[in-house]
């Protein structure tokens, strides 16, 4: 399976490094992502090492001009997963927004392939109305979700919003069904 991981500035985006091992280990084609905010928390080398494929995180930074990069993902992926997901992400993809490389890719491949997201943020930013009514109307379109587990979170309160156990994420992005 073409798997495209979108990473996103959020704490647990060193996880995104055991699930781009294990995705490729397990014999799928793994592409990564990352958006700026991913690259403060993990470097695109380790994303890259563990892939076995280039970093994508520059839009405009085309390596073949006859291919356009978020197309050309877009258009291979049978899955796209979102892991961790930010509060930001998910309502620029709500709100249509494609203004990076990731946000891009998720709207050209919204239609053809299927779309995982994996939310990871704050118990009170999860929980935010606006939040919720994201995810809901992204569910409606139909959006997949891997919802967020309750935990001890980096900003040191408990609660909903931690990024769901890494097994979970590899088990339903590899039983996903592809449009």
Not at 33 to 59: C, R, W, Y
Not at 154 to 164: F, M, P, Q, S
């Given at each position: 399976?073409?798997?495209?991981?979108?990473?996103?500035?959020?704490?647990?985006?060193?996880?995104?490094a055991d699930i781009?091992?294990?995705?490729?280990?397990?014999?799928?084609?793994?592409?990564?992502?990352?958006?700026?905010?991913?690259?403060?928390?993990?470097?695109?080398?380790?994303?890259?090492?563990?892939?076995?494929?280039?970093?994508?995180?520059?839009?405009f930074e085309e390596y073949d001009p006859t291919i356009v990069k978020h197309i050309d993902l877009a258009g291979n992926a049978d899955v796209v997963l979102v892991a961790p997901a930010t509060?930001?992400?998910?309502?620029?993809?709500?709100?249509?927004?494609?203004d990076d490389l990731l946000t891009a890719v998720v709207m050209a491949a919204a239609n053809q392939a299927k779309v995982i997201i994996a939310p990871a943020m704050n118990t009170n930013m999860y929980e935010n109305p606006i939040v919720q009514a994201n995810i809901e109307k992204l569910k409606g379109l139909g959006y997949q979700f891997i919802e967020p587990k309750n935990s001890h979170l980096?900003?040191?309160?408990?609660?909903?919003?931690?990024?769901?156990d890494v097994d979970e994420i590899i088990r339903i992005t590899e039983g996903a069904e592809t449009k």
């Open positions: 399976m073409y798997i495209v991981l979108g990473v996103t500035g959020s704490i647990s985006a060193y996880k995104a781009a091992n294990r995705l490729h280990k397990d014999g799928h084609e793994v592409h990564v992502v990352m958006t700026d905010g991913a690259q403060e928390f993990i470097t695109p080398l380790t994303l890259q090492t563990l892939s076995k494929n280039k970093v994508h995180a520059n839009e509060a930001n992400v998910i309502g620029k993809i709500a709100g249509g927004i494609a980096a900003c040191g309160t408990t609660g909903k919003g931690a990024l769901a």
